[in-house]
């Protein structure tokens, strides 16, 4: 089964700052790599996605990811961080031809003026 | 369009009441799941549908049941609480992932239940 980690529970970055949220991933096949982000008391929001194709995704409000096969890794990233990005971010890993999509634990980025 | 809607916002239940989450969506997607978090650990996948009439388990189903009688809802039914089902419970649904492999849209949330069990 797919499962994917996330190995700091909190960032913590000064606002104008670049981010850098770590997920790793295992897989059997291709994966299907998803970022969404958690804001209080809200639901989840999707931010991007890799599916297949350039390694660099670009999605929502400015955020970014590359996706690393040989390092089995999905880094979200973003040059410039706001302290609106302030949330809860969650990495999560589909395999080809599944339905069954795997969250990490989330990381609770704090970006502070 | 309202997306995915959940209710109730908030519930205290008892230990052994019962209970039926609501969650429905207004955007005519085949797939709608259920999921638990609870702090530290992410979301888990309780069950899963791909369609009116067709449903399955996920990581974590038991002390569950779902069902789905239409495209736009599908229930979670807690039948006897348990102090364990505390949790917060999102409802998700998405797209049917058309000329892709399955498993390659976003999926949508709605604004979640957080339920207590005392």
């Known amino acids: 089964a797919q499962s994917v980690a996330q190995p700091e529970d909190q960032v913590n970055v000064a606002e104008g700052n670049p981010l850098t949220v770590k997920c790793t991933y295992s897989?059997?096949?291709?994966?299907?790599l998803f970022w969404y982000v958690q804001y209080p008391n809200r639901g989840l929001q999707f931010l991007l996605k890799?599916?297949?194709?350039?390694?660099l995704v670009k999605g929502s409000y400015g955020f970014e990811a590359e996706f690393n096969k040989s390092q089995t890794s999905f880094h979200l990233k973003k040059p410039s961080a706001l302290v609106s990005d302030s949330a809860l971010y969650f990495c999560a890993v589909n395999r080809y031809n599944n339905n069954d999509m795997r969250f990490g634990a989330g990381t609770r980025l704090t970006v502070k003026p | 369009n309202a997306g995915v809607t959940q209710t109730p916002k908030f519930r205290i239940l008892k230990i052994g009441q019962s209970m039926t989450l609501q969650c429905a969506q207004d955007m005519n997607h085949n797939y709608m799941y259920w999921y638990r978090q609870d702090p530290g650990m992410g979301l888990k996948l309780i069950y899963y549908?791909?369609?009116?009439?067709?449903?399955d388990k996920g990581e974590v189903p038991n002390g569950y049941n779902v069902s789905r009688s239409t495209t736009e809802d599908f229930p979670l039914r807690l039948e006897l609480a348990a102090p364990s089902q505390t949790s917060v419970y999102f409802c998700?649904?998405?797209?049917?992932?058309?000329?892709?492999?399955?498993?390659?849209?976003?999926?949508?949330f709605g604004p979640g239940t957080r339920l207590t069990v005392l």
């Open positions: 998700a649904s998405r797209s049917i992932d058309r000329g892709r492999p399955l498993g390659t849209n976003e999926q949508f």
């Open positions: 549908s791909v369609g009116a009439g067709i449903t």
């Open positions: 890799y599916i297949t194709g350039d390694n």
């Open positions: 897989v059997s096949g291709n994966p299907y």
